[in-house]
Nanobody, 118 residues
Framework: VQLQASGGGLVQAGGSLRLSCAAS????????MGWFRQAPGKERKFVAA????????NYEDSVKGRFTISRDNAKNTIYLQMNSLEPEDTAVYYC????????????WGQGTQVTVSS
């Protein structure tokens, strides 16, 4: 199983980025997916999640209304559209996958760096 995150970069505060995570080696529609982030010197934290068919999503409070998670099962890919970015959003962003019956995320991507300048 491989999760390949991409789309990170350097952006000014107020700007936007779209992250992608391409999955391979698994039956994608059998997995709920999530995005997490880890800022320097801090622990990794939940950002957003989407269920197997995209019918249900949830978000960490600080990103509600600014970030949108989505998925395309035909492309085995999830996305994280990030708008109104703030310096506090600076982190390495990771995608992860878990099965429908497992509360723990089993597979993790390698991370993509997002840096928001003030």
């Amino acid at each position: 199983v491989q999760l390949q995150a991409s789309g990170g970069g350097l952006v000014q505060a107020g700007g936007s980025l779209r992250l992608s995570c391409a999955a391979s080696g698994l039956t994608f529609s059998n997995y709920h997916m999530g995005w997490f982030r880890q800022a320097p010197g801090k622990e990794r934290k939940f950002v957003a999640a989407i269920n197997w068919n995209g019918g249900s999503t949830n978000y960490e409070d600080s990103v509600k209304g600014r970030f949108t998670i989505s998925r395309d099962n035909a492309k085995n890919t999830i996305y994280l559209q990030m708008n109104s970015l703030e310096p506090e959003d600076t982190a390495v962003y990771y995608c992860a996958a878990r099965t429908k019956i497992n509360n723990e995320y089993t597979y993790w991507g390698q991370g993509t760096q997002v840096t928001v300048s003030s």
